[in-house]
């Protein structure tokens, strides 16, 4: 369907986890080569395994995002297997306790805030020269709806985060167009996925419950929120930047 996708470098963090995953897939259908990033090296053999891709096009590099030494790593890899980084999932991120504002640890604010806003700003900050240099690529960043509306649920430090993405989002993109590089966010509803498996379990809500409150009546599922990550990689999109792309079923309508 991305035909100019056949050959480029995508770079996913968050690569073993549902999304990650997902989106890997995907581009390897596309016939990219694809990096994926993720702090446990058993998950990522465990990724790896499941999508059988050729050896050749996927690599899996063990990172903790929220480590400057780390984010450097994963992306000097990744130039030195094959050059370029031509589409940039910056996906990583926790979803931290479900829990009232007051009632939160500092500890987990700061742990939170280290992977969901340090790790993505990193991500940028050492990829983004790679793609000025090539005077190409195009970058995505997960937010989240909670990072468009604050919502129901009491995750104040998720909530603060994903808010921080969006806002950050809109500065990359207009400092990286004078080199043509493309800068959007994507604001998934919840997913099927292992992190909404934690949420509903620390909220005591239902996943039924919560589908009923988006209009179309479901999660999104892993690979619809791959779709629009592969469109916003490819040169279908090639005048989008400095957008949040809500995929919520109309949730937020």
Known sequence: MYSDLQDKVALITGGAGGLGAATARAFLNEGAKVAIVDLDQGALDATAADLAADPDRLISIAADVSKDEDVKRYVDTTVSTWGRIDAFFNNAGIEGRVAPLV??????????????????????????????????????????????????????????????????????????????????????????????????????AAQEDIAHSIPLGRYAEPGDIANLVLFLASTQSAFITGSQHRIDGGMLS
């Open 103 to 204: 009632d939160q640890a500092v500890a987990d604010f700061d742990r939170l805030v280290s992977i969901n806003i340090r790790g993505t700003w990193l991500g940028l900050h050492y990829v983004l020269p790679v793609m000025y240099a090539q005077k190409s690529g195009s970058v995505i960043n997960t937010s989240s709806i909670g990072g468009l509306s604050a919502g129901p649920l009491p995750v104040s430090p998720y909530v603060t985060s994903k808010f921080a993405i969006t806002g950050l989002t809109r500065i990359a993109a207009v400092e990286s167009a004078p080199y043509q590089v493309r800068v959007n966010s994507i604001h998934p509803s919840p997913a099927n996925t292992r992190m909404m498996r934690s949420l509903e379990e620390g909220s005591g």
